[in-house]
């Protein structure tokens, strides 16, 4: 059973992810300050971090300083109410694997955390890249590359898409796979979101990856 340490100095809210990941499956521990957090995160006894930025004692981009710093490769996914541009760029570039504001749905959250947990790509690539033949996704700035070309920004659904089709290259995923994985609630059926953004990687990852499987889904090839 994987295990989610939660560091969150509102404990209504501590309370509230820690009883949805465990109704979930996920074993669970909380630390209400920086501190306490950054001490359990060291002893290697968990799977992913969900991270607070205000919190007494160190604040969120202090102990994600130290564990990065330390070499911790940890998932961690950074909760705040700052959701200014340049929070979410200083939590991405201190080595984040990703940034939610608050209010959050606890789906969206969820499925974050999975798509995080999923470490089934290529592992000859560096921890914070993914890589798929001549594509790499990079973990930390969501930037795409081929071949050597220059990067290719994508925007955050653009980006957890790609990742999505990355970690499951060559295999189909339905567009409701994509909906609960990606967006992380359900979309009405009728909705066209995942073709739409389908066309946005094509448009700009190359119409050839991304094969449409007729009544089933998309595959990357």
């Known amino acids: 059973m994987a295990s989610i340490l939660i560091a969150d100095d509102e404990k209504r809210i501590a309370a509230f992810i820690e009883k949805g990941l465990r109704a ?11 501190a306490s957090a950054l001490a359990l995160a060291q002893t290697d006894e968990f ?16 102990v994600l300083e130290e564990l990065r710093g330390s070499g911790s490769r940890m998932p961690i996914i950074m909760l705040t109410a700052r959701t200014e541009v340049g929070d979410t760029v200083a939590g991405l570039e201190g ?13 969206e959250l969820l499925a974050r955390i999975r798509l995080r ?8 690539a560096p ?13 930390r700035t969501r930037q795409a590359r081929v071949d050597d070309q ?36 359900d979309f009405d059926p009728g909705s066209n979101i995942a073709d739409v953004y389908i066309g946005y990687l ?11 499987v007729r009544g089933a889904g998309y595959r990357l090839v």
């Open 202 to 212: 094509r448009q700009k990852l190359g119409a050839h990856r991304i094969e449409t």
């Open 150 to 185: 220059p990067p290719i920004d994508l925007s955050a659904r653009e980006y957890a898409l790609a990742e999505e089709l990355v970690r499951h290259a060559g295999q189909v995923l339905s567009r409701e796979q994509l909906l609960s994985r990606v967006w992380g609630y």
């Open 127 to 139: 921890a914070n890249e993914l890589r798929h033949r001549d594509l790499t996704l990079d973990v």
């Open 117 to 124: 947990m999923r470490r089934d790509a290529d592992t000859a």
């Open 24 to 34: 979930a499956g996920y074993a669970t521990h909380v630390a209400h300050d920086g």
């Open 95 to 107: 080595g984040a694997d990703d940034y939610l504001g608050k209010p959050f749905r606890f789906d």
């Open 47 to 62: 799977d992913l971090l969900v991270l607070d930025v205000n919190m007494p004692g160190k604040t969120g981009f202090e």
